[in-house]
């Protein structure tokens, strides 16, 4: 199983970017999607998350109205689109994967992980 995430970068307060998850060596239809996130000090915080159809996603409350997750199981990958970046959305960037349909929060329910991807938004 692998997940790779790519997309980070440095980007100004304001700006928008768009993050991906190739997902492989397992059944991606099968699997809620999710984003989570860590910034130096702090707990891994969730973001978003999509059911495996795609038809239904979840947002944390610092994120609602600015970033968008979607999927496309054709290409096993998951993305997080990004819009009006904050300085405080600076974090490393881990998709996850959870083999219960149910969407959740809680990191400790989910089974895969990818490696991460950094984000830096400049003020």
């Known amino acids: 199983v692998q997940l790779q995430a790519s997309g980070g970068g440095l980007v100004q307060a304001g700006g928008s970017l768009r993050l991906s998850c190739a997902a492989s060596?397992?059944?991606?239809?099968?699997?809620?999607m999710a984003w989570f996130r860590q910034a130096p000090g702090k707990e891994r915080e969730f973001v978003a998350a999509?059911?495996?159809?795609?038809?239904?996603?979840f947002y944390g409350d610092s994120v609602k109205g600015r970033f968008t997750i979607s999927r496309d199981n054709a290409k096993n990958t998951v993305y997080l689109q990004m819009n009006n970046l904050k300085p405080e959305d600076t974090a490393v960037y881990y998709c996850?994967?959870?083999?219960?349909?149910?969407?959740?929060?809680?990191?400790?329910?989910?089974?895969?992980w990818g490696q991460g991807t950094q984000l830096t938004v400049s003020s």
């Open positions: 996850a994967a959870d083999r219960d349909l149910a969407m959740t929060i809680t990191r400790a329910l989910y089974d895969y």
């Open positions: 060596g397992y059944d991606f239809i099968m699997y809620v």
């Open positions: 999509i059911s495996n159809s795609g038809r239904y996603t």
